[in-house]
């Protein structure tokens, strides 16, 4: 198991976040609940099954838009790429990394990639 790294440290896949909680898309897709169904192993590492797999885990999302736009969707809605964003067991936030991280969000790609999701 890889050890999570510090809030807003590059994220390395340890899987704690979406062990302990799911994120908005999780409970948007499988409604409230601990771990989250979509939370996949790529050894060594895990990784979002909405983002490497959307077949399996919402295809109504897929048969309307597609894989890659499906994809491509999550891992703006995830976050990806920006960091760990997860804190867990009384860890300190990382105030400089979480507004740099704010800042970097494209409102109108989230926009559109809710609407992706957000269907029905
Ligand atoms: S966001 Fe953080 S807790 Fe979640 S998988 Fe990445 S490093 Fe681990
Ligand atoms: S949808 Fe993906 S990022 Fe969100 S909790 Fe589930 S596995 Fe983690």
New binding site residues.
Partial sequence: M?T??PHG?P????????ADQRCPLGRLVFGPGGRCPALEMRFPA?TCGLVESPEKHAPHVVRTHGADRAAKAAAILIGAGL????L?EGEAPNAEWRAWAIGRVDRVASAEAAAIWCAR
């Fill in positions: 890889l999570k790294p440290s994220c390395n896949g340890c899987g704690g976040c979406c895990f960091g760990c964003d997860a867990l």
